[in-house]
């Protein structure tokens, strides 16, 4: 059966629901077509499930460090590994239900298969030919596994799959040190499983700022064994693997293999809409308005390779489906960068990062939290944050940090970011006392002290006290 629709939109993860809530404004001849699964890879095995492990992890580490407190008996607590992952499925599915009821009455809005394009406004999808005068692909991703990690089977898990385990052996390696293996590596470890880290690069969980990552990997390293900066190679020995990188190996039961996600824009006919494709396959777009190469086709969130994020796939899903049912597209402006990897102490990239900026024409401002008041009241003085200004103007450009309480100091800094907010500005603000925000004060401080200023009276040129109990 063929038939012809205002927008076709290819997927129902984040971003394809995104599109679809704008879709659905403007026309009520939209179809949903969908491949496996519904519901959004964050619900189902991305950032929901995983931050519900997360904070297993850190309820049972805090347990542990009561002694800190003048508190005993906490040495008497086990974990429950079957247990724990028993709550992390419960929680998951119902965030999995909430997203489904957004797709449960589309009828005959809605076609399960796959999709591939035959030219840019036809798609086959099995025996169905559907056209449609703009189409959105939001197809997601899946995790990177290379042939020789894949050869494990079973002993090989991915953020897919982990979550599904019914328990988890007593030693693991985690195979790549960026966001997800971070903050996985560490929770694990936190539960009581031995694991060791592996990262080929020297930096970890999106890090550029050599300091702020030097400090990262140490605190990091203090809870599990991490090899760094040589690709690792796994090797069977009987039941178990062992897992080498340059002269440092590692023996495991199961490897997660947290390598990265592909987009998901293969074997659907891409290379059927007549124009050049990345290396990685993907179709180049306008991030301003998703729209592929002056094409009636559009492309969102994972797919796109762009910012494969949560807010950023709704952002990329609400542009696509505001400009597909319109004549002409618009261009928005797209939000500050915001990266946030949920280790502790926090990790987190706000704007832009020290990679992309020129030394010479910025100034540093940073803080260690060792002495933070607030941070040593609830034995959280670890990390380091980083604040980068422009020397011209004044102008707060990004950070990074590895800090306590990093997710809510990071949405500070990129709402300042956004609001295009100097260093001077964001002093004459008011700070609660005693906070962690103090902290970030410092290091606004420390970067207008290198920047100069006037010497007219103002709160924001006040200068620190020089005691740890007020500043």
Not at 432 to 438: I, R, S
Request: charged content about 25%.
């Amino acid at each position: 059966m063929n038939r012809s629709y205002d927008v076709a939109i290819i997927g129902s993860g984040s971003a394809g629901l995104s599109a679809l809530r704008e879709v659905r404004k403007q026309t009520d001849n939209f179809v949903l077509i969908n491949d496996g699964f519904y519901g959004t890879t964050c619900a189902r095995v991305g950032c929901m499930p995983s931050k519900t492990l997360i904070e297993a992890a850190i309820a049972f580490h805090r347990c542990k460090a009561l002694g800190s407190f003048g508190m005993g008996g906490a040495e008497g607590l086990v974990v429950d590994i079957p247990a724990v992952l028993r709550r992390v499925r419960r929680l998951r599915d119902g965030f999995v239900a909430g997203m489904l009821k957004l797709t449960d009455e589309m009828k005959e809005h809605s076609i399960a298969g796959r999709a591939r394009f035959l030219e840019p406004q036809i798609l086959a999808v099995g025996e169905r030919r559907v056209h449609a005068k703009k189409i959105i692909i939001a197809t997601g991703s899946r995790p990177v596994v290379p042939k020789e990690w894949a050869a494990l089977g079973t002993r090989m898990l991915t953020s897919d799959d982990l979550f599904e385990q019914e328990t988890l052996p007593s030693r693991m390696a985690v195979i790549g040190m960026g966001a997800l293996g971070s903050e996985i590596a560490q929770a694990l470890a936190r539960l009581g499983i031995e694991v060791t880290g592996f990262g080929s690069d020297e930096h970890i969980a999106g890090l550029s700022d050599p300091d702020v990552n030097r400090q990262a990997v140490a605190l990091l390293r203090a809870e599990f064994a991490i090899h760094l900066g040589q690709a690792a190679e796994p090797v069977i020995e009987g039941e178990r693997i062992r897992v080498h990188a340059g002269n440092e190996s590692a023996v495991a039961d199961k490897v997660l293999v947290a390598l990265g996600r592909r987009p998901n824009v293969d074997q659907m006919g891409i290379e059927n809409l007549g124009i050049e494709l990345d290396k990685h396959g993907v179709p180049p777009f306008d991030a301003r308005s998703m729209q592929i190469a002056g094409l009636p086709v559009y492309i969102a969130g994972d797919a796109s390779r762009h910012l494969p994020l949560l807010h950023e796939a709704l952002d990329e899903g609400y542009i696509a489906g505001y400009n597909a049912p319109r004549n002409e597209p618009v261009c928005f402006e797209r939000r500050v960068p915001l990266a946030i990897v949920f280790t502790d102490p926090g990790i987190a990239v706000v704007g832009q990062s020290f990679k992309t900026l020129n030394e010479d024409e910025i100034v540093i401002g940073e803080v260690d939290f060792s002495s933070q008041a607030r941070a040593r009241m609830a034995e959280v003085n670890h990390g380091l944050l980083r604040v980068y200004a422009e020397r011209s103007s004044d102008r707060l450009l990004g950070a990074e940090m590895c800090a306590p309480q990093g997710e809510h100091l990071a949405h500070l800094l990129a709402l300042a970011v956004q609001r295009k907010l100097t260093v001077r500005e964001l002093l004459g603000m008011p700070f609660y006392h005693p906070v962690l925000e103090e902290g970030l004060r410092t290091a606004l401080r420390d970067a207008a002290s290198k920047l100069g200023g006037a010497a007219a009276p103002d709160l924001g040129y006040c200068d620190r006290m020089g005691a740890d109990a007020i500043d």
